[in-house]
Structures are given as structure tokens and as C-alpha cells.
């Protein structure tokens, strides 16, 4: 696998010290971005923020985040999918305007950025960043007399794609969702406390208790008033990520109400119904296709072993973007258990195959370690096309299924038998209403020519 998590989005409201609380909140979702951390606070008279790039424990010194007090936070951990890897592209964006201070953290992808940058510039607005996000604070901005819970609606009503957004402003912290519930956006209580975060299990790292799904379409205002529902749109089918349950998630948080790890232990076992074969093991590639390994096994009746190990301290070498430094992170990442593997014939589980490369490189290193055979089973089906809704692969030349029947992509990664979960066999366990676009290429929300990762950077330079 090598696709990249898109971002991580968490927000508390109502807690003396909602910085930390979100920082902490941040670790949990730190898997869904690398490159850089950020946190905006209030203290009831401005917002103030701090980012940095790096992990999470690199970006908030004990110091800094003292500073930073306050009764209610929005924090952000990023990699990036539209707009370059740069300190200014780094979330929450916090700006200034008539209103006061606005702070925003976007988890996602607005398809149409940029036709609304241009259009915005031409109207005389002046960007800071290449980020798709800073389109959503100008609407905000030209809302003329508008509250900011109406304002902030007006805006989103203009913007299309994917997105978990987090807005803090003086006195009221708003978390939206866009209307087709691409990403995911749980709202939990701790007392009064109000917490909102990408995933459940930033909730259960501040013992917060999960109260419900912000709703496709939905924007939940917190301010004196307490909570209000605003429907910024009418409600419709939910299409969430297919890859959160897949891959992105933690296997301890819960999607829609299914537990991650339960969904992913039972593609293995569809998986196996689907694709059975002959083996003495099976193993799965850590960590995210652990779950479906230990499916695969349970339902062949195959022991299950460990085959791979991780290594986790390699750091920033393997999660900057670009091809070079993934080659070498892969090279970096995983090594085989010979005295496991030696003479076996393998099952190998893995969640996708996205550029090949990955899965190539640890074909071969069983076979270095001993492996008989090597059978790639991968519990998804073949990722045929780009995601536009917040996932860094924007280019159909990257995908090595586009295009190629799975005995060509047998023989490019090297392994003895190769086989994919159906599409049929994925929406059985996740649901139906479910974004399927890379795997059918029918896109829930319209894509317009020229949306790429870098689409606002072309449009600047
Ligand atoms: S295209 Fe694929 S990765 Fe992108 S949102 Fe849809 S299911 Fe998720």
C-alpha cells in the first residue's frame, strides 16, 4: 500500500484547557498526516494558532502550547493533497476579518478551488496560500452582515467536494460535513465538554464518550446557545470513503457504527471465499492489513504468522512526499521473519495495490527470506482510478491497475497468484451507499477539468 491518509481534524469546545486536549486528540489521529500539525485556540477575545511541520510531538513543545489557553481549540494534522508541503499550506489556516479571527482545519478536497479562486481574485482578494482551504474563509469573509453560522453556510453552499471542516472563531466552534459525507466527523461529550474529531478513536484518547456522526450535509454550531444543527444541505445517500474502511482508519475507531477492525477481518474472510488457495501460512502487511490477514486465516483455517515486521522509527525518511523518498522508505520500512517464511508457501494479505511499487518490493523480500510461494491476495478491488476527494493520488499513469488485467499485475509484482476482492464482495460488508470512485470510477460529487494536487499552484506560479 501506498496511498497517503489525507488529514486529521479535532476540535473541543468547552474545557479549561482545550489546547492540550486537542493536541492529544491530534496523537491519536497523527496516521492521518505527517507532514505538519497545527492548533488554534480561543480565550474568548482572540483566536491564536501555532503550526509547524513534523509530527505532532515535533510541533508542540510543552512550552509553545502552554501559551496558547484557552476554553475552546481546532487542531489539524496534515498531508498534503491540494496545495504543496509547505509551512504556509500547514492548517488551521487562522485569518482576520471584519467579524474578528476565523480559524479553519479542512480534512478533504473542494473539486471546485480553483474556478473559485480565480473568480475571487478577479473580485480582488489577495491569497496567502496555495491551499484549497483559504477559498472557504474568503466566502466567509464577503458573507456581508451574516452571522457567522449563516455565513459560513452561504459558503459551503458555493463550495463542491470532499470535507470535514473545523471553524473556530471568537465564540463559537462549527463542524461541517459536505453533503455527499465523503469524510468522516464524529461529534463526542465529555461532561459538558463537546468534542469533534476524523475518527472515534480521538475521542476514546480524551475519554470522551461518542455521541453521534456530524450528518452528510449537517454543520453543528457550538457557542452559548449550546449546540445547534444547521441542514446547510437536504439529506441524502452517505457516500464514506470506501478506503476509511479499507485502509485510512484506525482498526480501533468505528465508521457509520462498524468497527474498523470487524470490517477488515471480515473482507479477509470474503476475501477467502472469493480467492481460496493452498497454503501453509498467511501473513498480512503491517499495519493496516493485519485485520484482513487474521480474517483470510480464520475462514481457510490456515494458521496466521507473522510474517513482516514494521519498523516504526524511521520517521520523516518515509512519509514525505514524492516517488523517490517513498522507494526509499519502502526499502527502510519492512523486514521479512526467515526462520517464519523458509520453505512456506504464503499467503499474502495486503489492503491495495496503488502504484505496484510497494507491493513488489515485498513479494521479493519473502521470496530473499525463504518463501516457496507467494500468493498476493488484497482486500479490496483493483484502484483503477485517481481520487479527487482528499487522497494524494491525482494522476491515472501512477495507478498500476488502471488500464491492466490482474495477470499483468501478477507479473509486475512477482507473485505466484494474485487476486482482489470484488466490488460486489466490499460493498457486502461496508454498505452500499459508500464512495466506490477509484475502484468504478462513477465520482459522487462531478470533478472538473484540471483538479489535481497541485491545481492552485499552476494557477499561482
Ligand atoms: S475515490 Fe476512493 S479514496 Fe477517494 S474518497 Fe472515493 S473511495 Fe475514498
Not at 42 to 49: A, I, N
Not at 99 to 108: E, I, M, Q, S, V
Not at 199 to 205: F, V
Not at 217 to 224: C, S
Request: hydrophobic residues 40%; proline residues 4%; charged residues 25%.
Amino acid at each position: 500500500m501506498s496511498l497517503r491518509e489525507e488529514c486529521g481534524v479535532a476540535g473541543v469546545w468547552d474545557h479549561p484547557g482545550a489546547g492540550g486536549q486537542v493536541i492529544n486528540s491530534l496523537y491519536a489521529l497523527q496516521h492521518r498526516g505527517q507532514e505538519s500539525a497545527g492548533l488554534a485556540v480561543t480565550d474568548g477575545r482572540q483566536v491564536r494558532g501555532h503550526k509547524g511541520m513534523g509530527l505532532v510531538a515535533e510541533v508542540f513543545s510543552r512550552d509553545r502550547f502552554r501559551e496558547l489557553a484557552g476554553a475552546a481549540a481546532i487542531g489539524h494534522v496534515r498531508y498534503s493533497t491540494t496545495g504543496a508541503s509547505l509551512l504556509t499550506n500547514a492548517q488551521p489556516l487562522v485569518v482576520r476579518y471584519h467579524r474578528g479571527g476565523l480559524a479553519l482545519a479542512h480534512n478533504g478536497n473542494l473539486v471546485n478551488a480553483r474556478r473559485l479562486r480565480e473568480r475571487l481574485e478577479e473580485e480582488g482578494s489577495i491569497f496567502q496560500t496555495t491551499s484549497d482551504t483559504e477559498v472557504v474563509a474568503h466566502l466567509i469573509a464577503r458573507a456581508g452582515d451574516r452571522d457567522l453560522p449563516e455565513a459560513a453556510g452561504w459558503a459551503l453552499e458555493q463550495v463542491e467536494g470532499a470535507y470535514a471542516l473545523l471553524m473556530l472563531s471568537e465564540d463559537r466552534l462549527l463542524a461541517a460535513r459536505d453533503p455527499a459525507g465523503i469524510r468522516p466527523l464524529s461529534i463526542g461529550r465529555l461532561g459538558d465538554t463537546v468534542v469533534f474529531a476524523s475518527e472515534t478513536c480521538a475521542l476514546d484518547a480524551l475519554g470522551a464518550v461518542f455521541w453521534r456522526d456530524v450528518a452528510p450535509g449537517e454543520m453543528v454550531v457550538a457557542g452559548r446557545e449550546g449546540l445547534v444543527s444547521y441542514r446547510v444541505f437536504p439529506p441524502r445517500p452517505t457516500n464514506l470513503c470506501a478506503f476509511e474502511f479499507i485502509y485510512f482508519a484506525r482498526p480501533d475507531s468505528d465508521l457509520d457504527g462498524m468497527n474498523v477492525h470487524a470490517v477488515r477481518k471480515e473482507l479477509g474472510r470474503a476475501l477467502f471465499q472469493e480467492a481460496p488457495v493452498e497454503a501453509d501460512l498467511v501473513t498480512g502487511v503491517p499495519d493496516s492489513s493485519i485485520s484482513a490477514a487474521a480474517g483470510y486465516a480464520e475462514a481457510a483455517g490456515i494458521p496466521y504468522e507473522l510474517g513482516l515486521v514494521k519498523n516504526r522509527y524511521i520517521g520523516r525518511t518515509f512519509i514525505q512526499p514524492g516517488q523517490d523518498k517513498r522507494s526509499q522508505g519502502v526499502r527502510l520500512k519492512l523486514n521479512a521473519l526467515r526462520k517464519v517464511l523458509e520453505g512456506r508457501r504464503v499467503v499474502l494479505v495486503d489492503d491495495s495495490i496503488v502504484r505496484g511499487t510497494t507491493s513488489r518490493h515485498i513479494v521479493q523480500l519473502l521470496r530473499d527470506s525463504g518463501a516457496r510461494e507467494v500468493h498476493l491476495r488484497i482486500s479490496s478491488p483493483p484502484y483503477r482510478y485517481p481520487c479527487f476527494y482528499g487522497i494524494d493520488t491525482s494522476a491515472t499513469s501512477e495507478l498500476v491497475a488502471a488500464g491492466r488485467q490482474v495477470e499483468d499485475i501478477r507479473q509486475l509484482v512477482g507473485a505466484d497468484s494474485l487476486a482482489f476482492l470484488s466490488s460486489a464482495g466490499l460493498l457486502e460488508v461496508i454498505g452500499t451507499d459508500r464512495c466506490m470512485a477509484c475502484f468504478t470510477g462513477e465520482y459522487p460529487v462531478r470533478i472538473p477539468a484540471g483538479t489535481g494536487k497541485h491545481s492552485l499552484e499552476e494557477r499561482v506560479c
